[in-house]
T-cell receptor, first 112, second 114 residues
């Protein structure tokens, strides 16, 4: 199986600055990771994913970095906006598995 | 990616009763999953709903308490049986997990047991 966790439960960011959210995982055989955004009263919303054969993947204003050596991944949000305020979860899946394991979540608050 | 409609969005129930939560997916999906999310906490997998066979439950969750149906590739239900206040939580369904397919979530059911 997979165990994932986040380094910090909260992150306060000035609007316009870049945000970096970190996550560590335990299973070196994990092959797939997803970052989710969850706003109050809603289900988790897919942001970006990355497979273990990649180190970096970019989306719109977001970048996920994967460091398999230290079993760490991060989500970078460029030019953070008030609408980015939410709880962010990383989730991982072990190889030969289909179940996702979720980290504890980081609450991002954007200051105007 | 698949779109999931989950209902009810919230409910307040009396202890000892049961509530059935439904999830409808707009396309056929191999895997469907049910999660519980306590307030302010992360998501915990309850079970994997398998089409044509019994659900696969995670440690700490049992079929008598959380019976699941998966009659076809687009629909699943989770029943929370004989509810107690400790069952108050958000319940979420998810779909996906096949080769190259991400995992989509429903909007959740906020359950309060009184």
């Amino acid at each position: 199986g997979e165990s994932v966790g986040l380094h910090l439960p909260t992150l306060s960011v000035q609007e316009g600055d870049n945000s970096i959210i970190n996550c560590a995982y335990s299973n070196s055989a994990s092959d797939y990771f997803i970052w989710y955004k969850q706003e109050s009263g809603k289900g988790p919303q897919f942001i970006i994913d990355i497979r273990s054969n990649m180190d970096k993947r970019q989306g719109q204003r977001v970048t996920v970095l994967l460091n398999k050596t230290v079993k760490h991944l991060s989500l970078q949000i460029a030019a953070t906006q008030p609408g980015d305020s939410a709880v962010y979860f990383c989730a991982g899946r072990g190889s030969n598995d289909y179940k996702l394991s979720f980290g504890a979540g980081t609450t991002v608050t954007v200051r105007a | 990616s698949a779109v999931i409609s989950q209902k009810p969005s919230r409910d307040i129930c009396q202890r000892g009763t049961s509530l059935t939560i439904q999830c409808q997916v707009d396309s056929q999906v191999t895997m469907m999953f049910w999660y519980r999310q306590q307030p302010g906490q992360s998501l915990t997998l309850i079970a994997t709903a398998n089409q044509g066979s019994e659900a696969t439950y995670e440690s700490g969750f049992v079929i008598d308490k959380f019976p699941i149906s998966r009659p076809n590739l687009t629909f699943s239900t989770l029943t929370v049986s004989n509810m107690s206040p400790e069952d108050s939580s958000i319940y979420l369904c998810s779909a996906g997990g096949g080769q190259g397919v991400g995992y989509t979530f429903g909007s959740g059911t906020r359950l309060t047991v009184v």
